[in-house]
Nanobody
Framework: QVQLVESGGGLVQAGGSLRLSCAASGLIVSIDTMGWYRRAPGKQRELVATITTGGSTDYADSVKGRFTISRDSTKNTVYLQMNSLKPEDTAVYYC?????????WGQGTQVTVSS
């Protein structure tokens, strides 16, 4: 059974930074394309960053240059370093494989950026 547990969210002022973690069990993050997704209030879920099995990364235009996705295979964990945060980054952040599997969604971690 796959379990993805996100952590690291919080309240931060605009311009600040946070590092999110996604600890995985039941799947191996280095042999699946992993993604970070977010859902802001009143908006659809958005894919913000991906990392492939080969280590290639891709980002939504809205976060490019500010967010960095990475993984630690020894810890079976995926990270999202978020810098220069903006109020519009406020959302619940989730990790999942890409394309996502509905049953893999975890609780997510709330990120709130104040202006």
């Amino acid at each position: 059974q796959v379990q993805l547990v996100e952590s690291g969210g919080g309240l931060v002022q605009a311009g600040g930074s946070l590092r999110l973690s996604c600890a995985a069990s039941g799947l191996i993050v280095s042999i699946d394309t992993m993604g970070w997704y977010r859902r802001a209030p009143g908006k659809q879920r958005e894919l913000v960053a991906t990392i492939t099995t080969g280590g290639s990364t891709d980002y939504a235009d809205s976060v490019k240059g500010r967010f960095t996705i990475s993984r630690d295979s020894t810890k079976n964990t995926v990270y999202l370093q978020m810098n220069s945060l903006k109020p519009e980054d406020t959302a619940v952040y989730y990790c999942n494989v890409k394309p996502f599997v509905t049953n893999f969604w975890g609780q997510g971690t709330q990120v709130t950026v104040s202006s």
